[in-house]
């Protein structure tokens, strides 16, 4: 499901919401109980007899619900060389991303389950790599609030957030187009059950508020992720596979496909910090915002970081 968006004219009036992004990121590092080790208090026995948390948390470690590992417009830190195939446009491009989700608060946990409201940001550019400067082509920013309840073994989020879309100096210099905005608020609703400890399945919907250009508003996703159960060098490396579907009012329901499969190196205690080498398979509207109304197939092969 893809995000809000906030509008500007021009990627040098996006400038300051960069930093400003990159700020939020990197306090919410440097202060989240992640950096200085601090691990959630414990106390009474819950119905199951395992240990339960009676204190709220602030900025706690990881999220209720965990990223989708093949959404390709998922707040992450990422670099992907991609191959554009069928076309002589963007036939190489480098897609970059920098962003991240994070908790604010989580509730105590009760008999019910707990819930948790967050924060999510991100910055997201491809450069033309079959030009002679790597061309800019394209860059998105997202910026949302999301709120998650994690109850009978279910995690259910709904966010509101807002995509705004920039094409790149050079590309408009290089092209002589003339510049388009685009930008939309996403209202959606996901739930995530896993059925077994390797196996995650999640389906959702949301509605596009207020787009421009206008679009159908209709959104709805379904996906499948699997985690090695199988390790390799002592825990640290895990195999993953994931599949996500988006279809759109717009696209009259025509599925867009990312497949996923990669290694994923991380602790055996504690895997919310993560690299993950990837290659990926897409086919689909063009996640760029500018570039929305073409359909790509492309070959990727990236790297991503979990804080």
Not at 139 to 153: H, N, P, R, W
Not at 191 to 200: F, H, M, V
Request: hydrophobic share 40%.
């Amino acid at each position: 499901m893809n995000s809000c968006r906030v509008g500007f004219r021009g990627s040098r009036r996006g400038r300051p919401l960069i930093w400003l992004l990159t700020f939020l990121l990197f306090c919410t590092t440097i202060g989240s109980p992640r950096a200085h080790g601090a691990e959630p208090e414990v106390s009474k026995k819950a119905a199951d007899g395992s240990e339960r948390r009676e204190d709220y948390l602030v900025l706690p470690r990881g999220e209720l619900f965990e990223p989708l590992v093949a959404d390709v417009q998922w707040p992450r830190i990422s670099g992907e060389y991609q191959w554009r195939l069928g076309t002589d446009q963007f036939d190489r491009v480098a897609a970059v991303s920098f962003g991240e989700s994070f908790a604010f608060v989580r509730s105590p946990q009760t008999d019910w389950g707990e819930w948790e409201f967050g924060f999510q940001a991100m910055v997201d550019a491809i450069f033309d790599m079959g030009s002679s400067s790597f061309d800019l082509s394209n860059e998105d920013y997202f910026i949302g609030f999301a709120g998650s309840v994690l109850t009978q073994g279910v995690t259910t989020q709904i966010r509101i957030y807002h995509i705004s879309s920039h094409v790149g100096d050079e590309y408009l210099i290089e092209n002589g187009l003339t510049r388009k905005s685009v930008s939309f608020e996403v209202i959606d609703l996901l739930a995530s059950y896993e059925p077994r400890g390797w196996l995650r399945l999640y389906g959702g919907g949301g509605i596009m508020v207020k787009p421009h250009p206008s679009y159908d508003p209709i959104v709805t996703q379904f996906g499948v992720e699997m985690t090695s159960p199988t390790s390799f060098a002592s825990g640290l490396l895990r195999p993953i596979f994931a599949t996500d579907l988006q279809l759109r009012q717009e696209n009259d329901w025509i599925p867009e496909v990312s497949v996923l499969a990669g290694l994923r190196l991380a602790s055996p205690e504690d895997d919310v910090r993560r690299i993950e080498f990837i290659i990926r398979y897409y086919h689909g509207r063009s996640p760029e915002g500018q570039f929305f109304d073409e359909t790509i197939d492309s070959l990727g092969l990236g790297v991503r970081l979990g804080l």
